[in-house]
């Protein structure tokens, strides 16, 4: 998914870069809200996983390749904002490092792999959490749809700019067939890891996994509601 120097135009590329700049803007005051002295190490964690698992390329057609992305598991775990910031990291470390995507092209990859993994993967997600019971075990079935569905997602944002800015010699078709089919295979892989790492987490740290506040509060609800009936009882 790492889209190289010169495989936009530049008019793409600088619009991406000014839409990755705003979204990290917003996140550097927005992940306050979502990091503690408890949450902020599993950031760096999730940073150096995500970052291990995206080293990992294999091509998928058309001069592109795969990997898997993390933007699902990093929203669940941290939050989507402090995701973003984790994502933007990674992103910029592998640039500078190891010339895997371009700098010229670090906007776009943050806008795909940063902006639009994780929305998608937080909306998807947010939508569950409404939709199922409010019980944590739900959560790694959550965790395994927004996973399957941020990859995908991306992919189509890229073809999107691709259709906009595409500077490659690569037919528009066969690139939506590659990256769409190819992705939705790698969504199968990322959401399976997702939820693992999210169960994982769950059985020892409940506590450290964003997504599960949701349910903590549901939880505390009910406890104070037979606390209040068994005082009324009582009485």
């Known amino acids: 998914m790492h889209v190289p120097d010169g495989f936009l135009d530049l008019t793409t590329s600088v619009a991406t870069g000014v839409v990755a700049a705003g979204a990290v803007g917003l996140a550097l005051r927005r992940a306050r809200t979502e990091l503690d002295d408890r949450t902020a190490p599993l950031a760096g964690l999730t940073a150096v996983f995500v970052f291990a698992g995206q080293m990992i390329n294999f091509p998928v057609g058309a001069g592109t390749s795969g990997h898997l992305m993390g933007g699902a598991l990093a929203a669940l775990l941290v ?5 973003l910031l984790c994502l933007s990291v990674v992103l910029l470390v592998q640039a500078l490092l190891f ?3 371009g700098l010229t092209a670090l906007g776009t990859n943050i806008t795909l792999m940063g902006v639009a993994a994780v929305a998608a993967a937080w909306g998807v ?3 569950l959490q409404v939709l199922l019971p409010r019980r944590r075990s739900v959560l790694p079935a959550v965790a395994a749809v927004a996973g399957l569905v941020s990859v995908p997602a991306a992919a189509l944002v890229f073809v999107g700019l691709f259709a906009v800015g595409g500077q490659a010699p690569v037919d528009l078709g066969t690139l939506v067939t ?6 939705l295979v790698i969504g199968i892989g990322e959401g399976v890891i997702t939820a ?3 169960s994982s987490v769950l059985a020892v740290r409940p506590d450290l996994v964003h997504a599960a506040r949701r349910y903590r509060r549901a939880e505390d609800q009910q406890l104070q509601l037979r606390s209040g009936s068994s005082a009324e009882v009582g009485a």
Do not use: Q
């Open 178 to 183: 590659v990256m769409t089919g190819w992705h």
């Open 79 to 83: 939050g989507p904002w402090t995701a």
């Open 99 to 101: 010339a895997d995507g």
């Open 125 to 127: 997600t947010r939508l």
């Open 196 to 198: 693992l790492v999210v």
